[in-house]
Every structure is written in structure tokens, then in C-alpha cells.
């Protein structure tokens, strides 16, 4: 079965300064990845998704994640966080193209200090 | 807004009762899925169903049910319900055919409280 670990349920940093989260995966197969976001009393919506083909992949609202296979990671990235990107990010797996039963990650709550 | 649309948003009740949530998913969606949103157990895939029948179960308890109606909407029944139950339902849909962006579309979710 596959699964996702999110390090650190809690991460703050400043306003303008690089934004990192984590997720390493753990598949049998080749797996497809997924980042979610959700803000406050929302639902959830994607963020972006690697499926396969190149490796870097960018997402809406100028954040990026890179698959990396030997470290079976795939963290999340922002060069400079903005007060709107607070809110709870989760890292997903699946292995079924087409059948989107997702396994999520117990989520990372971004939080953006003025 | 994603097109998917959950009612109630708040639900209030008793130990022992039994309550029935709603999911209208996105226009011309196949698959429909429920998850729970729980502090402790964090976001867990309930179960799936594809045009009406269902796809993939994960961890639902037997006191709940779900189905998937001809014009696609879904229900989740919960029944007998415990104070671990209280949670907030995600329902969530796809095109769910070969041709996938492998993207889910969620709802607003349902905020259960059992008290």
C-alpha cells in the first residue's frame, strides 16, 4: 500500500522568505503525487500534481515541487511566501491513474509571520 | 468554487442518532468519494463510487453507508452515531474515467458535532 509522511505538522516563516514542505512517499509502483491546499473553512484544491514526465513541476500561485525518485520525496517550494498562502497543506499519493482514491498525508499548517 | 456541493454544512445531534449528508458533484463527474476530516486521524478516504456503483472502500465503519444515486448525487448514512464520529465530511468528485487529470474537486464539507 502506499503512503505519505508530512515532516513537521506546524512550519512559520517570515513573509517574503522561502517557503518548504515536506513529503516523502512510500509506493510499490511508480507513483503519482499530488499537493492540496486548504484554506480556512474551505475544501480542498489542488495545488499541483506530478504524473509523469519531467520531474520539476509548477503549480498555481507560483509554488513548484520536484519528484525525486532516489529520495522518494516530493517537497513543496515557494520562493517568497505571501500572508495568503497561510493554510494547511497536504501531500497525496496515488497509483491509479483514473481512479483518484487518494492517500493523504497528515497535513503541514503554513503559517506566515508580518 | 469547485462545483460540488455539500449539505448541510452544520450538523449538530445526539449519541445514538442517525444522520444523512448530501454531495452533488461537479457537473458531468462520474466518481464520487467521501472522506473524513478528523484532528486526530487526519484526512481519511471513506469510499468511492463510479456512476452509481462503488469503486473502492477504505476505512468506513459498518454503522455507516453510502450510495450514489442515478443522477449521480451521493449520500453518506451515518448511524449510531459516537462522539468520535464528530468530524468534518469532505465529498469530493472526478471525471473518474481512463481519461483523467487525477485531479478531485471537494466540497465545502459537513461539520458533524455529536454530543
Known amino acids: 500500500a502506499q503512503s505519505v509522511t508530512q515532516l513537521g505538522s506546524h512550519v512559520s516563516v517570515s513573509e517574503g522568505a522561502l517557503v518548504l514542505l515536506r513529503c516523502n512517499y512510500s509506493?510499490?509502483?511508480?507513483?503519482?503525487l499530488f499537493w492540496y491546499v486548504q484554506y480556512p473553512n474551505q475544501g480542498l484544491q489542488l495545488l499541483l500534481k506530478y504524473t509523469t514526465g519531467a520531474t520539476l513541476v509548477k503549480g498555481i500561485n507560483g509554488f513548484e515541487a520536484e519528484f525525486k525518485k532516489s529520495e522518494t520525496s516530493f517537497h513543496l517550494t515557494k520562493p517568497s511566501a505571501h500572508m495568503s498562502d497561510a493554510a494547511e497543506y497536504f501531500c497525496a499519493v496515488s497509483v491509479n491513474f483514473g481512479n483518484e482514491k487518494l492517500t493523504f498525508g497528515t497535513g503541514t499548517r503554513l503559517t506566515i509571520i508580518p | 468554487d469547485s462545483g460540488v456541493t455539500q449539505t448541510p454544512k452544520h450538523l449538530i445531534t445526539a449519541t445514538g442518532q442517525r444522520v444523512t449528508l448530501r454531495c452533488s458533484p461537479r457537473s458531468g463527474d462520474l466518481s464520487v468519494y467521501w472522506y473524513q476530516q478528523s484532528l486526530d486521524q487526519g484526512l481519511q478516504f471513506l469510499i468511492q463510487y463510479y456512476n452509481g456503483e462503488e469503486r473502492a472502500k477504505g476505512n468506513i465503519l459498518e454503522r455507516f453507508s453510502a450510495q450514489q444515486f442515478p443522477d449521480l448525487h451521493s449520500e453518506l448514512n451515518l448511524s449510531s452515531l459516537e462522539l468520535g464520529d464528530s468530524a468534518l465530511y469532505f465529498c469530493?468528485?472526478?471525471?473518474?474515467?481512463?481519461?483523467?487529470?487525477?485531479?478531485?474537486?471537494f466540497g465545502e464539507g459537513s461539520r458533524l458535532t455529536v454530543l
Open positions: 509506493s510499490s509502483v511508480p507513483p503519482y
Open positions: 469530493a468528485s472526478s471525471v473518474g474515467t481512463g481519461v483523467s487529470t487525477g485531479e478531485l474537486f
